[in-house]
């Protein structure tokens, strides 16, 4: 199993904050989800506000059509740029302004069209709805008191056309009809930011719990890790300190020109440091000594955490040094599933007998290799040598033991499977499925 280098940024011995791996399928999907149907929306309401320049100039009999005929198309170029902005949201919301030139292309086609349809009949409410647009795309690129004063800015622009436009053309609205259009204006205003706002604080929740879902295998292997420091930081620590006072001691004593204490002093030393070393050695053993009903119930329990739910069935394998490579495929499954097929949502485990020995299947439908290779084996159906670092390592492991270890795609599935023949001295009682070892969970 491959582990990632350190990168220059961070000290050596420090773990990202997000563990490496490609989004998951469903956060992908829901990402191009959100972001079309915002950039759909801006389009809709460039249709509709083109829409309403030409049929009100046509209703009031208008003969000078260029400036209608510009209006609408800026407001096109409107509606494509805030496509764009929206585009921008995949950063996350409050990333910032964007660019000069992204901030001008959002803003200066918006307001052209805010100021040509200022004398236009009729125009006082379309025109006013681009450059509202537009503030709202910004609003989401900033955040904290900017974000609420482009808002404000946008109610008082859009509003403020609606009434100019009004003064200017000397079209007088009736109190009447001016009632019925206050609603509307007010919906309109309310609506544009949920639908903007409301989907980028729903992408940034998607994205948040993606590096969450990410981060729980990592957090199980950084777990491990500081136990297994704090082990040895509590072995040698203690040990070395004595080492080093008794070796002092011995120093001071023969410059003092006592040898027979110091001789004792270095004997304790000697004994101190082979106690140390068969103490690390015993803790790196039980290190590696792999418990295959633990390993099983782990890889549950973490890859339903991924939000996969998972099927496991056993039998009892009573060979230590089968369980033991039984539990390290277990472990290795489970780990490249969790890092390259990250998107997998129906994981089964299945461990049988199979030709006197055992058989272990890990099948998920996260179809991205998790050898870590990209392509799986190479053709879909097609068993092969298992791939990745870490699955080489744990295939040669098997065939010293008689084993091999494969992986292939089947379908929409990919198999990692691995065998063992039946073990000098060792065997397998074959039990049937008990309710720890045969469930299903749903993260």
């Known amino acids: 199993m491959s582990t990632p280098e350190p990168s220059a940024s961070r000290r050596s011995g420090q773990f990202p904050s997000t563990a490496p791996g490609r989004p998951a ?74 660019r000069p030139w992204a901030t001008a292309l959002l803003v200066v086609p918006a307001a052209l069209v805010w100021v040509l349809t200022l004398w236009m ?29 482009v808002f404000a800015a946008g109610v008082v622009l859009f509003l403020g056309h609606w009434w100019a436009g009004a003064q200017l053309t000397g079209v007088v609205v009736p109190a009447g009809e001016a009632a019925r259009q206050v609603p509307a204006l007010v919906f309109f205003v309310v609506f544009v930011p949920v639908v903007f706002l409301f989907s980028a604080w729903w992408w940034n929740i998607v994205v948040q719990l993606d590096a969450a879902r990410r981060d729980a295998a990592q957090l199980a292997v950084a777990r491990e890790r500081l136990r297994f420091a704090s082990d040895l930081h509590d072995i040698q620590g203690h040990h070395l300190q004595v080492i080093a006072l008794k070796a002092e001691l011995a120093e001071r004593l023969l410059a003092a020109g006592r040898p027979e204490a110091a001789q004792g002093n270095i004997h304790e030393v000697r004994t101190l440091a082979r106690t140390a070393l068969e103490e690390t050695r015993s803790l790196v053993r039980d290190l590696r000594e792999v418990s295959l009903e633990e390993e099983m119930a782990n890889a549950q329990d973490v890859l339903a955490a991924s939000g996969a739910r998972v099927r496991l069935r056993g039998i009892h394998v009573q060979d230590p040094a089968a369980r033991t490579l039984l539990g390290l495929a277990v472990r290795e499954g489970a780990t490249n599933i969790l890092r390259h097929a990250s998107s997998a949502t129906e994981v089964s485990i299945v461990l049988d007998a199979a030709g006197g020995g055992q058989r272990l299947v890990m099948t998920n439908d996260g179809v991205e290799d998790p050898g870590g290779t990209g392509d799986g084996t190479g053709a879909p ?15 040669r492991r098997f065939q010293a033991s008689g084993g091999a270890v494969t992986g292939r795609r089947d379908g929409g599935t990919y198999v990692l499977e691995a065998r063992l023949p039946a073990l000098p001295g060792g065997s397998t009682v074959e039990q049937g499925p008990t309710p720890a070892q045969e469930r299903e969970q749903s993260a």
Do not use: C
């Open 25 to 98: 399928r469903g956060v992908r999907a829901t990402w191009w989800y959100t972001f079309s149907s915002m950039a759909f929306f801006a389009l809709f309401m460039a249709f509709i506000t083109a829409s309403m320049l030409l049929y009100f100039h046509r209703e009031a009999d208008g003969r000078t059509w260029w400036p209608v005929v510009t209006a609408a198309v800026l407001t096109w170029v409107a509606g494509l740029a805030q496509v764009y902005g929206t585009w921008l949201v995949r950063t996350g919301m409050g990333a910032g302004w964007p």
């Open 121 to 149: 009949p009729g125009g006082g409410l379309p025109g006013g709805i681009p450059l509202w647009l537009a503030a709202n795309v910004l609003a989401i690129l900033v955040h904290g008191v900017t974000r609420r004063l």
């Open 381 to 395: 159906g097609a068993a092969g040598p298992a791939s990745g670092t870490g699955l080489s390592g744990l295939d």
